[in-house]
T-cell receptor
Framework: GAGVSQSPSNKVTEKGKDVELRCDPISGHTALYWYRQSLGQGLEFLIYFQGNSAPDKSGLPSDRFSAERTGGSVSTLTIQRTQQEDSAVYLCASSLYQGANYGYTFGSGTRLTVV | GENVEQHPSTLSVQEGDSAVIKCTYS??????FPWYKQELGKGPQLIID?????GEKKDQRIAVTLNKTAKHFSLHITETQPEDSAVYFC?????????FGDGTTLTVKP
C-alpha cells in the first residue's frame, strides 16, 4: 500500500485480557519496527524484524509481549494478560532496510486503553 | 546502548521567528540522524535527515547541522508558521533501530 497501515486504530480492553495489534508495512520494506508511546512521552523501542533474520526483541518490557512477522510482511504484536500500565499508543514503522541511512515510515498507531 | 538527549522539551515562538532544537547522542558509531514531526493523533513523519559525512543540510525553511566531534546535531526552522506547531523528535541510528529523543513541543503563535 501507499503507507503503513495499523489496525485497530483504537482498542479498549479489560485488564487481564489478551490483545493483538496488526501492522501492514509498505510493500518492499524489509525492516519493520514496533515502538510504544505513552501519553506525552517519547518513543520506546519494543522489537524489530529484518528480512528473515531473528528479530531484535531487546525492548520488549516483559514476557507478556510477543510479536511475529509472517511472510516478511504483516506483523502482529500480542500482549497477554494486559495491565493498566500497558495503556499507550503502539506505533509500527517500516524501512527499506535496517541499515543506517534509512529512515522510518510510521503508521498512525493503535491507541490501547486497558480498563 | 545509544542515548539521545533533546532540548528544549517545549518551545514557543512568534510566527515568523526562528526555532532551534538541539540533540546530543552518546554512541560514536551512530551515523544517521533523522528528524520527525508528529502532529496530534498521527504517527511521526520524517522531515529531514543528515548523514555523518555531511555537516549541514537544508530543505526550504528547515535545516539540520551535525557536529560529529561534539556528538550533537540541531534542527533549525526559519520563518515559522502556525502549521509548524507539532512535536519534533530527533533520532540517532547506526545499524538496526533508531534511538529517539524525548521530543520537543513547538508552538507557533500567530
Amino acid at each position: 500500500g501507499a503507507g503503513v497501515s495499523q489496525s485497530p486504530s483504537n482498542k479498549v480492553t479489560e485488564k487481564g485480557k489478551d490483545v493483538e495489534l496488526r501492522c501492514d508495512p509498505i510493500s518492499g520494506h524489509t525492516a519493520l519496527y514496533w515502538y510504544r508511546q505513552s501519553l506525552g512521552q517519547g518513543l520506546e523501542f519494543l522489537i524489530y524484524f529484518q528480512g528473515n533474520s531473528a528479530p531484535d526483541k531487546s525492548g520488549l518490557p516483559s514476557d507478556r509481549f510477543s510479536a511475529e512477522r509472517t511472510g516478511g510482511s504483516v506483523s502482529t504484536l500480542t500482549i497477554q494478560r494486559t495491565q493498566q500500565e500497558d495503556s499507550a499508543v503502539y506505533l509500527c514503522a517500516s524501512s527499506l532496510y535496517q541499515g543506517a541511512n534509512y529512515g522510518y515510515t510510521f503508521g498512525s498507531g493503535t491507541r490501547l486503553t486497558v480498563v | 546502548g545509544e542515548n539521545v538527549e533533546q532540548h528544549p522539551s517545549t518551545l514557543s515562538v512568534q510566527e515568523g521567528d526562528s526555532a532551534v532544537i538541539k540533540c546530543t547522542y552518546s554512541d560514536s558509531a551512530s551515523n544517521y540522524f533523522p528528524w520527525y514531526k508528529q502532529e496530534l493523533g498521527k504517527g511521526p513523519q520524517l522531515i529531514i535527515d543528515i548523514r555523518s559525512n555531511v555537516g549541514e543540510k537544508k530543505d526550504q525553511r528547515i535545516a539540520v547541522t551535525l557536529n560529529k566531534t561534539a556528538k550533537h546535531f540541531s534542527l533549525h526552522i526559519t520563518e515559522t508558521q502556525p502549521e509548524d506547531s507539532a512535536v519534533y523528535f530527533c533520532a540517532a541510528k547506526s545499524w538496526g533501530k533508531s534511538t529517539f529523543g524525548d521530543g520537543t513541543t513547538l508552538t507557533v503563535k500567530p
